[in-house]
């Protein structure tokens, strides 16, 4: 009887927090509707204390700003350029996710790619740079509202801790059979890991609704004579050279792969052959002098 009522204690916890979480996200939503839609700058996400105590009209929205940018730079100058742009985010104090560059060759001119994390008040700063030291071919923002998914996180991050005490609580009243310390336990593991897991999912999208996220790609200018309509022949005459010597060596390739079974296969079919027209050679003449015998 201690064991089931240990198990229906569980049972009601379980619905009580299920309860909780759909009535807390059903009052934000209605708050959102009310206002309407505006965009707001991002925010450090509020405190779980703060977030029990908030009315449904202190509901702000979380959105994800994404810029991405398009720039062109004299060739000999866009590594320079790479490097500055490197340098203005370390010392902006942002977090620098992607950075790649190719330094060009004879054939190729040089390109490179910047992605990185900034505060929304090292955006403007960041982005003048850029504008300032080469040609802007392409600009998009893009804006993603993450408001369900945070509000959403928050409740479950509240619910399962108020489940987590719980169980605590019940497992330092030190239940009568093992069976029971066992069950509880076994809740106790998988609520702690479902809270790791939603922490882990909260910190991902305070890094994007409190940070703006900005991808920069860096393009070399084309000369006049690259962008004529002969460039495609001039590309191609340049590259001739360098098609054919490739074609050189995968023929080589090809014999250096085929000759050793050459060396094997070439005297197996020669003895095969021969050996093939002797038999024949044979066989005729038996057949040729069995009709004269008989005659």
């Known amino acids: 009887m201690h064991r089931r ?40 996400a509020p405190e779980l204390t703060d977030k029990q105590n908030r ?14 940018v398009e720039v062109e730079f004299p060739a000999a100058g866009l590594p320079a350029a790479f490097d500055s742009m490197v340098k203005k985010v370390n010392d ?32 403007g700063k960041f982005l003048d740079g850029v504008e300032k030291s080469g040609k802007v071919l392409r600009y998009q923002r893009e804006a993603e509202d993450k408001t369900d998914e945070v509000i959403d996180a928050d409740a479950r991050i509240v619910n399962l801790t108020e489940l987590r005490n719980r169980l605590r609580r019940m497992l ?28 882990g999912v909260r910190k991902s999208l305070s890094k994007k609704t409190d940070f703006v996220a900005v991808k920069i790609e860096l393009r070399s200018a084309t000369s006049i004579s690259e962008r004529s309509f002969l460039a495609p022949v001039a590309s191609a005459w340049n590259q001739a050279g360098t098609v054919l010597m490739a074609s050189a060596g995968s023929l080589i390739t090809f014999i250096a792969a085929v000759l050793p079974w050459l060396l094997i296969l070439v005297p197996a079919f020669w003895f095969v052959r021969r050996v093939w027209r002797s038999w024949r050679k044979r066989r005729n003449s038996r057949a040729i002098a069995t009709p004269d015998q008989k005659s």
Not at 55 to 66: C, G, H, K, V
Not at 95 to 108: D, F, M, Q
Not at 172 to 199: C, F, G, H, R, W
Request: charged share 20%; net charge negative.
């Open 92 to 123: 902006l104090g942002g977090e620098l996710l992607e950075a790649s560059i190719s330094r060009g060759t004879e054939y190729s001119p040089p390109s490179g790619s910047i992605s990185v994390r900034l505060s929304p008040g090292a955006v």
């Open 172 to 199: 330092a009243e030190k239940p009568a059979q093992i069976k029971d310390v066992i069950e509880i336990e076994k809740q106790l593991a998988d609520t702690q890991s479902s809270l790791d897991a939603i922490d």
């Open 5 to 44: 009522g240990v198990l229906l204690s569980i049972g009601i916890l379980l619905a009580l927090c299920a309860c909780s979480q759909k009535a807390e996200r059903m009052a934000p939503a209605t708050a959102m509707q009310a206002r309407g839609i505006a965009e707001s700058a991002p925010a450090p």
């Open 55 to 68: 009315q449904p009209s202190e509901t702000r929205r979380y959105i994800a700003l994404r810029h991405q």
